[in-house]
Each structure stands twice: as structure tokens, then as C-alpha cells.
């Protein structure tokens, strides 16, 4: 069955900390990743996603995340948080015709 | 313009009562979902539907109910509400194919008392 599973719950940062969130996934087809934000009170935007092509991808807002195949992770970064960075982040995978989504990371930035 | 539209944002409502949650988008995609979040935030797939056509349904409680009157619309019923039904029910859109991702919308936050 597939599943992602997000390593941290919470995560406390200061800001121009850098930022790494895990996420490890489990689908046997073509993967198709995604990371979202959900800032407090607001429905989920998309940060990025990958398909094919180069495993680096580059967000919005200066976030990246990296597909390694071997490893079935896509862990998201930054390499320097901000406040307006505070938010509740999701890795997803599309299969079997559906979105499936982590059990979701929060970030707290300390300013 | 708002791609996918949720009314209403706010509910609140005894138990035992029926309500409905309204979805539209204007991206003209032929997929759509309803999804929950729970308090945990955890989201979770209820339903999908492809071209007004029932897709997935996710062991939800047969009193969800949603319905879809065109591909653009995908609303949900909820019979005999009760206190566990409170959450955050986001709907979203897709095209088909690989690659591309959902958009959500705003999200309904259901209370019930």
C-alpha cells in the first residue's frame, strides 16, 4: 500500500537557521512527490513537486527538495528560515488515483 | 478569481443535524476530492470523482453523502452530524495524467456541539 511518512512532528527553528525536512515514501509505480504549506488558518499551497527529469527541484520561497530514488526520500530544505516561514508542511504522493499525504511537519521560526 | 471555492468556511451545528458543504472550481478539471483534516492536522482522502463519476470512497461513514451535479461542483452531505465529524474538510481539483498537482480550497472548519 502506499504511505509517506514524515520524519519530524515539530520543528523549532531561529531564523537564517537552515532547514531540512524528512519524508520517505512507499509506492511500488511511477512517483509523483509533492511538498505543500499550510500557514496558520489557510488551505494548502504548493511549494513543489517532481515528476521526472532532475531529482533537485526548486520551489517558491526559496525552498528545495531532493528525489533519491535509492533512499525513497524527497526531504525538503532551506538553507536560511524566516519567520513567515512558520507553518505546517506536508510531503504527499500521488497513487492510485489520489493524493497521499504525511502526517505533516510543523514549523515554529523564532525571530 | 478563486480556483476552488468552498462555502462556507465556518459551521457549526448540533449533533443529529444533516448539513452541506459546497465546492466549485473554475480550472476546468475533471477530477475532484473531499478531503479531512483532522485535529491532529493529519489529512485524510474521503471521496473522489472523475467527470461527476464516483472514483474512490475511502470507508467513509455511509453518512457522507457527496454529490456531484457537473464536473465542476462536488458537494457533501452529512446526515445525523456527530461530535467526531468535527474538523476541517478541504475539497480540491486535478487534472488527469501524471505529474500535475491538486489545488485546495479554503477549507471548511466544521464544529459540531
Known amino acids: 500500500a502506499q504511505s509517506v511518512s514524515q520524519h519530524n512532528h515539530h520543528v523549532i527553528l531561529s531564523e537564517a537557521a537552515s532547514l531540512e525536512l524528512g519524508c520517505n515514501y512507499s509506492?511500488?509505480?511511477?512517483?509523483?512527490l509533492f511538498w505543500y504549506v499550510q500557514y496558520p488558518g489557510q488551505h494548502l499551497q504548493l511549494l513543489l513537486k517532481?515528476?521526472?527529469?532532475?531529482?533537485l527541484v526548486k520551489g517558491i520561497k526559496g525552498f528545495e527538495a531532493e528525489f533519491i530514488k535509492s533512499k525513497f526520500s524527497f526531504n525538503l530544505r532551506k538553507p536560511s528560515v524566516q519567520w513567515s516561514d512558520t507553518a505546517e508542511y506536508f510531503c504527499?504522493?500521488?497513487?492510485?488515483?489520489?493524493?497521499?499525504f504525511g502526517q505533516g511537519t510543523e514549523l515554529s521560526v523564532k525571530p | 478569481d478563486t480556483a476552488v471555492s468552498q462555502t462556507p468556511k465556518y459551521l457549526v451545528t448540533q449533533m443529529g443535524n444533516d448539513k452541506s458543504i459546497k465546492c466549485e472550481q473554475n480550472?476546468?478539471?475533471?477530477?475532484m476530492y473531499w478531503y479531512k483534516q483532522d485535529s491532529k492536522k493529519f489529512l485524510k482522502i474521503m471521496f473522489s470523482?472523475?467527470?461527476?463519476?464516483?472514483?474512490i470512497n475511502e470507508t467513509v461513514p455511509n453518512r457522507f453523502s457527496p454529490k456531484s451535479p457537473d464536473k465542476a461542483h462536488l458537494n457533501l452531505h452529512i446526515n445525523s452530524l456527530e461530535l467526531g465529524d468535527s474538523a476541517v474538510y478541504f475539497c480540491?481539483?486535478?487534472?488527469?495524467?501524471?505529474?500535475?498537482?491538486?489545488?485546495f480550497g479554503q477549507g471548511t472548519r466544521l464544529t459540531v456541539v
Open positions: 480540491a481539483s486535478r487534472p488527469p495524467g501524471p505529474g500535475p498537482e491538486a489545488f
Open positions: 509506492y511500488g509505480g511511477t512517483v509523483n
Open positions: 517532481y515528476f521526472s527529469g532532475d531529482p
Open positions: 504527499a504522493v500521488f497513487g492510485g488515483g489520489k493524493l497521499i
Open positions: 480550472l476546468g478539471h475533471d477530477t
Open positions: 470523482y472523475n467527470n461527476k463519476e464516483l472514483i
